[in-house]
Structures are given as C-alpha cells and as structure tokens.
C-alpha cells in the first residue's frame, strides 16, 4: 500500500510569509501527527489530528496551525515565517491514536526561510 | 528542558561489531517506547519498542533493553553492518501512544 506522501518534498519562502504543507496519510490511518526536526533537536512534537479534531499539541507558537480534512488527508500552515523555521517537516500517520504502535513517517517537506 | 536524551551525538563501530546507542528519560511515567532509524532524505522508519511492562525486547539482530528505575533504555545491533549506519531516534510516550517525545538521535556509522 501506499505510504505517507508530503508535498511540496522542498520549499523555499521568505521570512514573514506563510507557507501550507501537505500530508496524505496511509489508506485507513486517522491519526495524523506533524515533527519539526532541526539540527541537535531531533524531532519536535508539532501536533496531532484524529477524525478532523486536534488532540495533541506541543509547544509552538500559534503561528503554527494545522487541520486535517474528513478523508484524514492534513495541512499544516506556518504564518509569518521566521529564519528559525527552517527545518524539515515530517508527516506521521497511524491507525488511530492512544493505542501504541509507531508511526509511519513520510519523507518530509524541507523548509528554508530565507 | 529534553525529556529525552540520547547524549552521543555519534558512534563509530566496526562491521560485525556490537553497536550500543544509549537513551535516558526524565519522566518516569513514561510506558511506551520505541526506536527509529533515519536514512538521508528519507523519514525516520520504526525499528522496535518496548513497553514498561518488560524489560527487554528482541527482533532479529535489533534488541532493546529497559532500565525503569534508571530512566535508562538502549538499542543494541548484533551484529552491525554498513547497512545500518543512520541517525537512530529513541522515543518515548505517555499512556501506551499518546505523542511520542523524541531524543536529538545518535548517528551511527559502521566501517566496513
């Protein structure tokens, strides 16, 4: 089966724009989660959807937002973009949340500010 | 404030060596745990996990080892190849899978 796909794969903005980034989960996942990873950070808990409704949130400013639409596809938006930005974004889908099991990762949208 | 620390930034192992990559946590309720491996340009692929009901869990030449009353977990691959030279993420969550907090990873390199 398909795995998770994110598009734009590469992305150049300049700061204060906003930027929407894509997620199409695996067939029949509902849970969709965001990661931010930048160097020596790791991967950095952006939020998680489940059924269209957010159920986890980590700690970001609200200039980042995200949503996830009734076939469990997701968008994450990230407003007035900062330098500090710059990261690669991955996409994580599962079959539903709270359960265990790991994520399936996509292969992630790379983010530069400049 | 890292819940999740893996303190080697890198290891360096020979092929057909033992690699051992290490991970502490800083929240005892922590219950569930998992690792990943990253290649370059591709996202992180899950290896293994572990539960805080056992102390050990073992998928081919990938076993995991739990230290509750340390905090302390780690990955050891027996034995290494070229193959697995990668950044390895430990992870950690609450409740059996609520979001996973992930350390900094340590990148692997096996010298053939």
């Known amino acids: 089966k398909a795995g998770v796909t994110q598009t734009p794969r590469y992305l150049i903005k300049t700061r204060g724009q906003q930027v929407t980034l894509s997620c199409s989960p695996i067939s029949g996942h509902r849970s969709v989660s965001w990661y931010q990873q930048t160097p020596g950070q790791g991967l950095q808990f952006l939020f998680e959807y489940f059924s269209e409704t957010q159920r986890n949130k980590g700690n970001f400013p609200g200039r980042f937002s995200g949503r996830q639409f009734s076939n469990s596809r997701s968008e994450m938006n990230v407003s007035t973009l900062e330098l500090g930005d710059s990261a690669l974004y991955l996409c994580a889908s599962r079959p539903t949340t709270g359960t265990g099991g790991g994520y399936t990762f996509g292969s992630g949208t790379r983010l530069t500010v400049v | 404030d890292q819940q999740v620390k893996q303190n080697s930034p890198s290891l360096s192992v020979q092929e057909g060596r033992i690699s051992i990559l290490n991970c502490d946590y800083t929240n005892s309720m922590f219950d569930y745990f998992l690792w990943y491996k990253k290649y370059p340009a591709e996202g992180p692929t899950f290896l293994i996990s572990?539960?805080?009901?056992?102390d050990k869990n073992e998928d081919g030449r990938f076993t995991v080892f739990l230290n509750k009353s340390a905090k302390h977990l780690s990955l050891h691959i027996v034995p290494s190849q070229p193959g697995d030279s990668a950044v390895y993420f430990c992870a950690a969550s609450l409740n059996y899978g609520q979001n996973f907090v992930f350390g900094p990873g340590t990148r692997l390199s096996v010298l053939p």
């Open positions: 572990i539960s805080s009901i056992k």
